[in-house]
């Protein structure tokens, strides 16, 4: 199979962790006889550098022609003080709408390697930690008009949020889907005792749910979700929820399963082109400095190999050699257990975490 991917290094630690998913994605090629080409996007903090745009229009055209995009991360102290509209995340936003990736889809799932780098007590871990959160991209606050002006002398700011029933049937029936090809528990998560968006959100949720029998549906407001996750997280299969609500659990969700930087994430629309991206951020105050996880980055490759590609063998080979390698014992700096814990286990750089998967390929 010959495909394209772009790649976007991003900013802070972004390069050092997309290098990695490339050595495991090379490597993969030549185990597998396939032939990936890779162009470089900038996009963020470095494209801001580089052409004064966050993402200039012939950087999104390169990311439409690819067959697929893997990105590391964006953002940094650098360019906090610049407009909303010419930060690094406005990049990513653009980018995600405009290649129209709607269904950002974020796995929480322990893995028993790490059962004891969550913060939860053991006994809430031992129940079983294995739920994906489905969360809406392209709409909402995120996108909704944002305003500041000046009113009798004071300041105010406005962010509106909107949706229409085709934004959230589109999300909806991707919950209903995923939840068919694993547990068939749908919890639908909004904030309906306050906001219309998600009064909206719960009546489609209902109509969707007449086409779907075989999944139960359940309903959840956002601030009872939130303390779910800690308290039982094992009542959940899949979450589907709006842009914000689903940018703030899946930081939650990732937390309690030992790290974020474990966490891979893929977004994809009406094709097969799609956005994929550890849920961890750029991590300035480690860059450059061999520490990070390239975990999430490389599980973020070895779903664009099944979700874009179809080819599951090879994931699943990504994500074997990714455990083969937690039960060798080696840990990056996030994962590694503290005091007796660490009795067996092996610090490794980022450079060597990358190493040491492409090698149980
Ligand atoms: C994420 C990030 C982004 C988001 C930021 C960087 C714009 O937090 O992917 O979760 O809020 O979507
Ligand atoms: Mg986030």
């Known amino acids: 199979m010959n ?34 080409s ?45 407009p909303g509209d010419k930060r690094p995340e406005k990049g990513l936003l653009r980018l995600r709408a405009g290649m129209g990736v709607y269904s950002n889809n974020r796995p929480a799932r322990i893995w028993p390697q790490l059962a004891d780098a969550s913060p939860l007590r053991r006994e809430i871990v031992m129940q079983g930690i294995d739920f994906i959160i489905v ?38 029936r991707i919950g209903f889907e995923t939840a068919m090809k694993r547990r068939r528990k749908l919890c639908s998560v909004e904030k309906s005792n306050v906001l219309d968006t998600s009064r909206l959100w719960k009546k489609v949720m209902h109509r969707l749910a007449q086409e779907y029998p075989e999944v139960e549906l359940s309903d959840m407001l956002v601030d009872n979700c939130a303390m779910q996750i800690v308290k039982n997280p094992a009542q959940f299969d899949v979450i589907v929820t709006e842009n914000m609500f689903g940018d703030i659990l899946s930081d939650e969700a990732s937390m309690i399963t030992g790290s ?39 599980l973020s490759a070895a779903m664009l ?48 975490m990358g190493e040491l998967i492409a090698n149980r390929l």
């Not at 052409?51 to 390169?62: F, N």
């Not at 606050?141 to 305003?147: A, Q, S």
Request: glycine fraction near 14%; charge should be negative.
């Open 3 to 36: 495909k394209k991917i772009a790649l976007i290094r991003g900013d802070g630690i972004g390069p050092e962790i997309v290098e990695q998913a490339v050595r495991v994605l090379d490597r993969v090629a030549a185990k597998y006889g396939h032939s990936f």
């Open 38 to 82: 890779y162009s470089e996007v900038d996009m963020g903090g470095a494209a801001i550098d580089k052409w004064g745009d966050p993402l200039p229009e012939d950087m999104l055209r390169l990311c439409l022609e690819s067959d697929s995009v893997l990105l590391g991360a964006v953002g940094g102290e650098k360019w906090n003080q610049l």
């Open 135 to 172: 969360r809406e991209l392209i709409g909402g606050i995120y996108f909704g008009e944002h305003r500041t002006t000046e009113e009798n002398g004071s300041t105010v700011s406005e962010d509106v949020m909107r949706y229409s029933e085709e934004e959230i049937e589109r999300i909806g």
């Open 260 to 298: 974020i930087g474990m966490i891979p994430s893929s977004s994809l629309g009406a094709g097969s082109l799609g956005l994929y991206e550890p849920i961890h951020g750029s991590a300035p105050d480690i860059a450059g400095q061999d520490k990070a996880n390239p975990i999430g980055t490389i």
């Open 305 to 352: 190999l099944r979700y874009s590609f179809g080819l599951d063998k090879e994931a699943d080979a990504v994500e074997a050699a990714v455990g083969r390698v937690l039960d060798e014992g080696y840990r990056t700096l996030d994962i590694l257990p503290k005091g007796e814990g660490a009795e067996g286990c092996t610090l490794v750089g980022c450079k060597r």
